[in-house]
């Protein structure tokens, strides 16, 4: 398995917006599931927003839909989430991994990828 690297992440006001990238170094996922999770302190570590590796089928949590969007660019090996107007309740840890997804759902099932250290996200009212 190989861990993922996250970045983007930082502290930003109520209604900013960040950019995740999420990359996989020596792996190429262009035909894998892949997806974003966040996990908040005492909390459960949840499914945020997922793509298929076609690029056709996504998911979003409903807390997120119609604020973060997930692309991928399998040339750079690269996947993004955008994240705009931002709430203090999206303040977790985001990683990204492996996926498995349908229509209404994904979870992760990481068969060559690892949770990486994630980022960082805060949010301040």
């Known amino acids: 398995q190989v861990q993922m690297v996250e970045s983007g992440g930082g502290l930003v006001q109520a209604g900013g917006s960040l950019r995740l990238s999420c990359t996989a170094p020596?792996?190429?996922?262009?035909?894998?599931?892949m997806g974003w999770f966040r996990q908040a302190p005492g909390k459960e570590r949840e499914a945020v927003s997922c793509?298929?590796?076609?690029?056709?089928?996504?998911y979003y949590t409903d807390s997120v839909k119609g604020r973060f969007t997930v692309s991928r660019d399998n040339a750079k090996v690269t996947v993004y989430l955008q994240m705009n107007s931002l709430k203090p309740e999206d303040t977790a840890r985001y990683f990204c991994?492996?996926?498995?997804?349908?229509?209404?759902?994904?979870?992760?099932?990481?068969?060559?990828?690892?949770w990486g250290p994630g980022t960082q996200v805060t949010v301040s009212s």
């Open positions: 991994g492996q996926v498995a997804i349908g229509h209404g759902y994904c979870y992760a099932s990481q068969v060559r990828t690892s």
């Open positions: 020596g792996l190429s996922f262009a035909d894998y599931n």
């Open positions: 793509m298929s590796w076609t690029g056709e089928t996504t």
